[in-house]
């Protein structure tokens, strides 16, 4: 069965790119997923704006903006998060009121890993969380795109399309193969004003990529472990990776890049791919510096050192805990000494660590946590930041867990040590302070377990964020507020300004 892009039915598309106000800073990254959908439409020649809200503050001034100036425009394409649900349903509530018979059509991580638990229900036969969750995305949008989107937004475009368009399957055509994957279009970065971003590495102007789809591991806090197009690795060739390196460098002058690989190690080409893009560097004559993801207990000294002579300073690893047993019952894969013998490893490497660490887990005590914190204290990374974990949908913490009896409490237990997790039922599209929050209390947790209740799991991350960093002097990372838009009342013929609004199938120059 082949993948039909017949584009005679669509008409013009906008593709909003929702806020990420739970973030310190929403200008760091583009959004890759939209411009790649994006870049696959402009190649079939179906025409296109997009709206990139990331960081306004005012953004349904925008909407309205947009909507005054593009009568034309009759489909909206939004893709989300979980945590950006909320901006996302106030701009999916915005648009029915502006365009009331303009199609809404969502994708994205959200949708797809509520539609993963909404089919573990289903076959169950106990309708539950899960069905609320997404009887409400039903409700809100005309569309649903679940799983990878660069063929599935084809379908979402038909007059005739379903409700549901389910590409989160490998028996799909629309699934996403390592064929496919090569012959599509790189993002399409023009369509984002990327100099309003701003991010270095090592003060190298650094812009995001993504070399490969997927990560094959099943950590029990980590979205997508239940759904297969966040599960099943797609590669590209070391080529092909290399050429949109080169292409980005060329096109905008950056000589930075982070890889938003989950881990760039699992890659059996990886240090293939390394020397590659050192002699990229000096077939340019110019110099590159790279950051990036890696699994520790993968981890070898050839990696570490050909990332080095590629221009890797830094990379960041998922250690998550120093608690073995936390590292069980979270299904790592990694001990504690594979994640110290990682960090030690890019130390002699020359290259810079920074730990990403958890905490409420099953089993999380003031015990595990103090583990955590003297492990970080005698590893010594170069930097870290310390979550309390929200059980996403999709996650093995979500999907396995069942209702306590309690209303709005479910109970995950891992089953090898019995260690427990609750977790307090969310309306993702009206909460999102559970993702991480600011050094300043910001920091809410809606998990529990045996051993520690929420706010002692929100003092205790606090505790050792702050004691840690005196100790290692480590300053905390600073954000940025966010933009107003600013329009002019009634002067709508002005247009909205270049670092929210392009209009695809013209390469404008980045302003």
Not at 107 to 115: A, D, F, M, R
Not at 227 to 236: E, K, M, V, Y
Not at 427 to 442: C, I, M, R, S
Not at 473 to 487: K, L, S, T, V, W
Request: glycine share 8%; aromatic share 10%; hydrophobic share 35%.
């Amino acid at each position: 069965m082949g993948v039909s892009r017949d584009t005679k039915d669509s008409g013009k598309i906008c593709l909003v790119v929702p806020p990420s106000v739970f973030l310190l800073d929403e200008r760091v990254f583009v959004n890759l997923g939209i411009l790649k959908v994006a870049a696959v439409l402009e190649q079939a020649g179906v025409p296109l704006d997009v709206l990139d809200l990331s960081g306004i503050e005012n953004f349904e001034s925008v909407l309205d903006d947009y909507c005054s100036q593009h009568p034309e425009t009759q489909m909206f394409g939004l893709t989300s998060t979980t945590p950006q649900m909320p901006q996302t349903a106030r701009i999916g509530r915005r648009l029915r009121t502006l365009r009331p018979e303009a199609r809404l059509i969502l994708g994205g991580p959200h949708v797809t890993l509520i539609h993963t638990a909404y089919k573990k229900e289903v076959k169950r036969g106990v309708p539950d969380r899960a069905t609320r969750a997404f009887e409400q995305l039903e409700a809100m949008f005309d569309v649903l795109v679940c799983g990878d989107g660069e063929d599935a937004v084809f379908e979402a475009l038909r007059a005739d399309a379903p409700k549901v368009v389910d590409a989160n399957q490998k028996s799909s055509p629309l699934f996403m193969s390592n064929q496919r994957y090569e012959q599509q279009p790189f993002p399409a970065r023009h369509l984002v004003d990327l100099k309003s971003y701003h991010y270095r590495i090592d003060g190298f102007p650094a812009t995001s990529l993504i070399a490969q789809l997927g990560c094959p591991f099943a950590c029990g806090f980590c979205g997508g472990r239940e759904a297969p197009f966040l599960r099943r690795i797609r590669n590209r060739s070391v080529a092909n990776i290399v050429g949109e390196v080169a292409e980005i460098h060329q096109a905008y002058g950056y000589t930075g890049f982070m890889f938003y690989d989950d881990e760039l190690n699992v890659n059996p080409d990886m240090v293939d791919l390394m020397n590659a893009l050192t002699d990229l560097q000096m077939d340019l004559g110019t110099e590159f510096r790279f950051r990036g993801f890696v699994k520790s207990e993968l981890f070898t000294r050839e990696q570490a050192e050909s990332m080095y002579r590629a221009g890797f300073r830094w990379l960041l690893s998922g250690f998550e805990s120093g608690a073995p047993r936390i590292l069980q019952n979270m299904n790592k894969k990694a001990t504690r000494d594979d994640n110290s013998r990682c960090l030690a490893t890019a130390k002699r490497a020359g290259i810079k660590v920074k730990a990403l660490m958890s905490l409420g887990h099953p089993g999380e005590s003031e015990t595990t946590a103090r583990q955590t914190e003297q492990w970080l204290l005698e590893a010594a990374p170069d930097d870290f930041d310390v979550t309390i974990i929200t059980t996403f949908p999709g996650t093995p913490y979500y999907d396995h867990a069942v209702a306590t009896g309690e209303p709005g409490i479910y109970c995950y237990t891992y089953r090898k040590t019995g260690d427990r997790l609750f977790q307090i039922e969310l309306d993702y599209n009206q909460t999102a302070d559970y993702y991480k929050g600011d050094p300043d209390g910001g920091y809410r947790a809606f998990v529990y377990t045996d051993y520690l209740q929420p706010d002692q799991l929100v003092t205790i991350r606090g505790d050792i964020e702050r004691r840690v960093r005196a100790a290692l002097d480590i300053p905390f990372n600073p954000g940025q507020a966010a933009m107003r838009y600013e329009h002019s009342m009634g002067q709508i013929g002005a247009g909205l300004p270049a670092f929210i609004y392009r209009r695809g199938g013209v390469r404008s120059e980045v302003s």
